[in-house]
């Protein structure tokens, strides 16, 4: 019975409203605008969604009431907000789909408007939806309307509702948008939130060298009025990241600048940080406590049946061990690295072939053989000396050849300094 009562109350309520709006036809614009201004404003106040989404029907299909358009939408996005979350979802999606038919293109409005459904659906946990909303506007175009601020705010935005939803690729396409629009921006707080977003990207797309660099210098932000809390908590994330980065220079950078900020020897995993930067040799039932606080995607497999944590830590031991060995037997590296002599090869391999260790496997005798600095250098020397062999060999052939040359008076002088190590 209540229901059926709403029902009828719904109705009459659509039905006045729409019979004001005829009342307006025949009258001049200016009251054309102030009339709709009070139907839509009273529709809000009256939480009647079927009348507005009646009203505004009428208006936009009405050629009477052109003029009246700009004022209708203003008062939708000034109203919207006075709305709940089941409201304007309920709502809004409708509005905007008959706005979009009629090509309105009020940017700022539709920004607002969108900007508070969005909301809606965040509140909602509804992130995909909540990244749409914003995701579906032409912000590259809507530059110069709504400003670069809001450009970049709802880059940020659809960014952060992505990761929310686990969609990182989309996350990185809307992350990267940002680049030509950040160097405008002067607002701290959007270029901090911009900065933290795509650290976490880069964290959630399994690019840990990125993402520690960005989490590092967000630690350091302390004269921007970032609680110490979470500086202390960016600190802690750019150390994770650091010791599940692939070996190589950047990782390396990063374990010296986190091993010399003091700070670090606060957090819980410094100890697994100081060896690493010390390059000792670590075991994996030692990173089993660190591997327990990763977050879920950091628990990712590699393509070799890895997780991150165990080839990050492979990768560290074998550079440990050519800082100890001059040559190791495969053997051996299996029964320190703790894996099949297979995956043994190839992760070595791999390593020398991405330049991160420099070393060359000897099948025939089953042995790595590491080269040191020293030996690089004695290498270079040996390819400098025959290069300059090879340079007087040609020059006394192309003397006795051509005998004539000399005459010409060209003096050479060819002078190579060899390198020589003490």
Known sequence: YQRRVHGIEKNEMEAQAIKKLEGLLKKSSAEQQTGVKAVIGEAFSKKSLGSIEKIVQYVLSNQQLTGTHKVLIEEIAGKVKDLDNKEVTSLVPKLLELMASKTLANEQNEYQIRKELSKAYSDNEDYQLAARALADMHLDQMREKIGVENVVE???QITEYLLYGDNTADAYTYITKVAQYIDEIKNTKTILKYKYCYARVYDANLKFSQAASLYLELSQKAAFGVPEEELRAFLNSSVTCTILAPAGTQRSRLLTLLYKDERTRLLENFDLLEKMYLERFIKMSEVKKFEEGLHSHQKSVTAESYTVLQKAVLEHDVLALSKIYTNISFDQLT????????????????????????AHLNQSDKYVYFESEKEMLQRFNELIANLTESVNSLIQE???KYPNL?????????????????
């Open 154 to 156: 709802a880059y940020v």
């Open 335 to 358: 029964k320190l690295l703790e894996i099949p002599l297979e995956k043994a090869e190839i992760l070595v391999a791999s390593m020398i072939s991405e330049g991160k260790i420099k």
């Open 398 to 400: 192309t003397s006795q």
């Open 406 to 422: 000399a005459n010409l008076k060209i003096q050479t002088n060819l002078n190579l300094s060899l390198i020589h190590i003490s």
